[in-house]
């Protein structure tokens, strides 16, 4: 499927969490007409990035990953990771699983940048990843640490 078929799929789904054309028309600010344009497949019509970021905060508001950022990170060979609380302390558990999300990034980048360069990982190439990788591997132990002292606390909805 082509990426704006893909992309436009995702506008669909994010008109539907939002309770069709209607619920999407008042969330948007748009007309029935203009939704109604988005979530036709056989229209190549998309909603601005104002709208599409309301759209996509009516999912994140009920637990759900928001549709159409989702879509455009994987066509543009990502995937979107959200965070779990901006407030968080950098030692909790949320704050752990966002750095974690990090470093996890990082590897993939810099892994795709250099197979990109020249199609293969030489040895500096490689010292550089493993670097990467061994600061996802402290912050992995790191978070494991901390879930394990939540699970022997034996106390449910320990917030960390």
């Known amino acids: 499927m082509p990426s704006l078929g893909r992309i436009k799929r995702a506008v669909r789904t994010a008109i539907s969490v939002c309770g069709g054309i209607d619920g999407?028309?008042?969330?948007?600010?748009?007309?029935?007409?203009?939704?109604?344009?988005?979530?036709?497949?056989?229209?190549?019509?998309?909603?601005?990035?104002?709208?599409?970021?309301?759209?996509d905060e009516i999912a994140v508001s009920r637990g759900e990953l928001p549709p159409i950022a989702a879509a455009l990170a994987r066509e543009l060979g990502g995937l979107f990771v959200p965070h779990i609380d901006f407030?968080?302390?950098q030692d909790s558990a949320p704050g752990l699983v966002m750095q974690l999300a990090s470093r996890l990034g990082e590897v993939a980048n810099e892994?795709?940048?250099?197979?990109?360069?020249?199609?293969?990982?030489?040895?500096?190439?490689?010292?550089?990843?493993?670097?990467?990788?061994?600061?996802?591997?402290?912050?992995?132990?790191?978070?494991?640490?901390?879930?394990?002292t939540i699970r022997e606390s034996g106390v449910k909805g320990v917030r960390r």
């Not at 028309?25 to 990035?49: E, I």
């Not at 990109?116 to 494991?144: H, M, P, T, W, Y």
């Open 24 to 55: 999407s028309s008042a969330t948007a600010d748009r007309s029935r007409s203009v939704v109604g344009d988005w979530n036709n497949l056989a229209r190549p019509v998309f909603p601005s990035l104002d709208c599409a970021l309301a759209l």
């Open 87 to 89: 407030r968080a302390e």
């Open 111 to 148: 892994t795709s940048k250099d197979i990109a360069n020249d199609g293969i990982i030489d040895a500096d190439e490689a010292e550089q990843i493993l670097r990467k990788l061994d600061g996802l591997d402290r912050v992995s132990s790191q978070f494991r640490q901390a879930l394990t």
